[in-house]
């Protein structure tokens, strides 16, 4: 059985969401107040973060009049489900590898803007993680 605010974030979520069956939102009281989790699918992270965080700290504003109504203290935590473990780069590692011996011969730098372009998104995921944390760790 799920309370009023955990049907309100679902609501909210699955309205913006690719994949509304797989959003769950837990719900759990500790001395800080509740504290609902939420669940997506991982192609939907981005839409329920949004710009900057955007989204996220709207779903959190409208938690906190809820609260006020309710006399709570909501905190929302997006969590990230993705089972990151670099697979998704592996691929393209993979196809890098494969055309290097025919790239070689006729343009040399390949592997070096392969590199690059790899340590380019894994500095941009390692840098969503972060600013994904530091929006879990907000009080409002």
Known sequence: ???IDQQFVEYIVKTLVNNPDKVS???TIDEKGVLLSLEVD???VGRIIGRR???AQSIRTLLRALGTKNDARYNLKIINNDDYDGSSEKPSEKAAD???PAAEADEPST???AEDEENSTSDLAEKTRAE???LDDLDI
């Open 111 to 113: 592997d070096e803007n």
């Open 42 to 44: 991982p192609e939907d």
């Open 98 to 100: 494969i055309e290097a």
């Open 1 to 3: 059985m799920s309370t």
């Open 53 to 55: 965080g955007a989204t």
């Open 25 to 27: 939102v837990d719900r």
């Open 132 to 134: 994904l944390a530091d």
